[in-house]
């Protein structure tokens, strides 16, 4: 590739980069729904014309995002895995990381929620959409790969059969958990339960589900 190929496809990337981030701060201010094209193009600082060649609508940004989201988070799992040796040990921490992403980053876990509950029709090869599967399905193998070593090392049953549909039991248990714990916070008050002790327990709870079960004595 030429030099002048290369510069014009990085200031391509650029310019593309520099729209999802303007979309990031539209939709946080004015909400998906209220959002519309031209705010981001005037957030971008660039034409509605220049919006529409990168993304063909809303959905696509959303999209866009959605795959920043899942590369971080990811990139936050990988780190979190890295600071225990046993598997079980390493899925807590991957728990704790994913409230802790959500919490400081509000944006890319609602993109996430919107996400979970609108999934497209169809998926074309190459597409934004088969983009943000293939980043989810990066930050599930992370999960299996915790739950194979916990297997390994003693500290996961080896019963499992599934090791992949685990990571996904466990993805849907955490993400409905936090949703809760962010819409629920009046109502965990009142009964006395502070939030962060909420996801602990719970946390705490889906993982006794992997923890070996004892052999019954004679």
């Not at 031209?38 to 959905?59: C, G, M, P, T």
């Not at 739950?147 to 248990?173: C, K, N, T, V």
Request: net charge neutral; glycine share 4%; aromatic share 8%.
């Amino acid at each position: 590739m030429s030099d002048l190929r290369q510069r014009r496809e990085e200031e391509k990337e650029q310019r593309r980069e520099a729209i999802v981030d303007a979309a990031e701060l539209v939709f946080t201010e004015s909400g998906f729904d209220a959002a519309k094209m031209e705010d981001v193009a005037r957030q971008a600082r660039v034409s509605r014309a220049l919006v529409y060649l990168y993304f063909r609508n809303k959905a696509e940004l959303h999209l866009a995002i959605c795959a920043r989201a899942l590369t971080l988070l990811r990139e936050r799992f990988v780190a979190a895995a890295a600071t225990h040796a046993r598997g079980h040990d390493q899925v807590l921490a991957l728990g704790r990381s994913y409230f802790a992403f959500a919490d400081e980053l509000p944006c890319y876990f609602q993109a996430l929620t919107r996400l979970e509950a609108h999934p497209p029709e169809q998926i074309a090869p190459d597409s934004i959409e088969q983009t943000v599967m293939d980043c989810g399905l990066a930050v599930h193998m992370v999960t299996v790969e915790c739950i194979e070593r916990g297997m390994r090392d003693g500290s996961i049953r080896a019963d499992l059969e599934h090791p992949l549909l685990s990571a996904l039991s466990l993805w849907a248990f955490t993400h409905g958990l936090i949703q809760l714990a962010r819409t629920k916070r009046h109502f965990f008050s009142r009964v006395g339960i502070g939030t962060e002790r909420f996801v602990e327990y719970a946390i705490e709870l889906a993982a006794r589900g992997l923890r070996p079960v004892p052999e019954k004595s004679a």
